[in-house]
């Protein structure tokens, strides 16, 4: 009941089923007597509301002007898909079933006629059958028994009314409260903004819909002000439930008490709270489906192409496994200042029977001072196959090693930016 200048505004009943969960409510609402233009009482007849029910999800709300249905997430009480039908679409989509239409109609006289039981289990299944083009061979078989065809019962059949519906995608923050219903073309039919608590501060509602669902688990209730979980009331202005808690103790030290912390937690049913982010994933194939998304998501961001430009050739050196070597690197740098190095040549250094100094014999010049030949020997494994390259080599740079010939004959700018532009990648 509502109450205003002690006058009353609002007379509500409300109705339960067994497992306590809210099924109806009618509801007498102060309005102008008919006859008068200035005397106002409660309406004679209440404005009614029905709610249907998917364990301990509302899934349904009827009135007398529309049905609301609405889809959840699987496990979870966050809305996806909201799904309205006028109640005259309702009305044209009525018609009488196959057992109803030969029940009505099958005497003689016109009168109604029961039919058993397993007549009509069969004629609805029959139905179905007919109405997907797809008839067994038990039930042709059964109607050649009547002395029937298909295509006779098919005849039959009331023609079936699709109703028109409006259909709204819900967009959620990570709690399940709903920010907006968006329509299947992209446009926005309702937007609202909430505190922490779930208390409405604005609201943006050009289809003029009637959007009730708050927080995860919990329907405005117009006449008392309050929000409804399945378990009991809460109150937002104030920030917790107007009932104890049923589970007593087991829910926490207050029995009234929302989860302190409602940006990160909830409390679905009215019970006890959880963690919102992680009882999602925690459910089946959650995790693996957030991870999927994630990287698809990042898949399909455009990634900018990377020109990388030549800025030096460098060298480092190093050993391994007692062998000295020299690494001919060029360096890149890109339009977003990254560097990166490639090595283009490896040579190695050290104390091998083949000189690369030698011209023409690949072999040390028995009057050279072998101390000096020991110091100065420096040998490319990879690129020498035998002594015929070194021998080309030594034609080529004369007494240079196969590092410095590199060096002063092809690593050019030329080679660099060759080798920059072709290692690019996105």
């Given at each position: 009941m509502r109450i205003q200048h002690n006058t009353i505004q609002a007379e509500g009943r409300?109705?339960?089923?067994?497992?306590?969960?809210?099924?109806?409510?009618?509801?007498w609402k102060r309005e102008l007597?008919?006859?008068?233009?200035?005397?106002?009482?409660l309406s004679r007849r209440p404005y009614v509301t029905w709610y249907g029910w998917e364990g301990d999800r509302l899934t349904t709300i009827q009135t007398g002007q529309s049905r609301v249905q609405t889809v959840?997430?699987?496990?979870?009480f966050t809305p996806l898909v909201r799904i309205e039908t006028d109640a005259a679409e309702q009305a044209k989509a009525q018609h009488r079933s196959l057992a109803?239409?030969?029940s009505q109609e099958g005497s003689e006289d016109g009168q109604a006629v029961q039919l058993p039981a397993a007549l009509t289990a069969m004629l609805d299944r029959l139905e179905g059958e007919l109405r997907r083009n797809a008839v067994s061979e038990e039930s042709r078989q059964w109607l050649a028994g009547c002395g029937l065809t298909p295509e006779q019962m098919a005849g039959q059949l009331e023609p079936e009314y699709t109703p028109q519906r409006k259909i709204h995608l819900y967009h959620c923050d990570q709690r399940g409260l709903p920010l907006a219903l968006i329509t299947p073309d992209n446009t926005v039919a309702w937007r609202g903004e909430y505190d922490e608590w779930g208390n409405l501060s604005g609201e943006e509602n050009p289809a003029?819909?009637?959007?009730?669902?708050?927080?995860p688990g919990q329907q405005y209730d117009e006449e008392s002000g309050l929000y409804y979980n399945r378990y009991r009331y809460y109150n937002p202005g104030?920030?917790?439930?107007?009932?104890?808690?049923?589970?007593?103790?087991?829910?926490?030290?207050?029995?009234?008490?929302?989860?302190?912390?409602?940006?990160k937690n909830i409390d679905q049913p009215g019970l006890n709270g959880i963690n919102a982010l992680g009882s999602w994933l925690n459910q089946s194939g959650m995790k693996g489906a957030c991870n999927n998304a994630i990287a698809q998501l990042e898949n399909s961001i455009p990634k900018p192409r990377s020109d990388w430009q030549f800025i030096r050739w460098e060298t480092n050196e190093g050993k391994n496994y007692g062998n000295s070597y020299k690494n001919a690197n060029v360096v890149c740098k890109e339009q977003f200042d990254n560097k990166k190095m490639i090595n283009v040549k490896t040579f190695q250094t050290g104390w091998l029977p083949?000189?690369?100094?030698e011209a023409g014999r690949g072999i040390p010049d028995p009057s050279e001072d072998s101390s000096d030949i020991a110091s100065g020997t420096e040998t490319n494994v990879d690129n020498i196959k035998d002594l015929m390259d070194a021998h080309s080599m030594a034609k080529k740079c004369g007494s240079?090693?196969?590092?410095?010939?590199?060096?002063?004959?092809e690593a050019t700018s030329e080679l660099g930016r060759k080798i920059c532009k072709q290692r690019s990648y996105y």
């Open positions: 409300y109705l339960y089923d067994p497992l306590g969960r809210r099924v109806g409510k009618r509801v007597v008919h006859w008068s233009n200035t005397r106002m009482e959840y997430g699987p496990g979870s109803e239409k030969l003029d819909l009637e959007q009730l669902i708050r927080l104030q920030g917790r439930y107007i009932t104890q808690d049923p589970i007593g103790l087991k829910g926490g030290w207050n029995l009234y008490q929302y989860p302190l912390n409602p940006v083949i000189n690369e100094v240079k090693s196969n590092y410095q010939c590199f060096m002063d004959t």
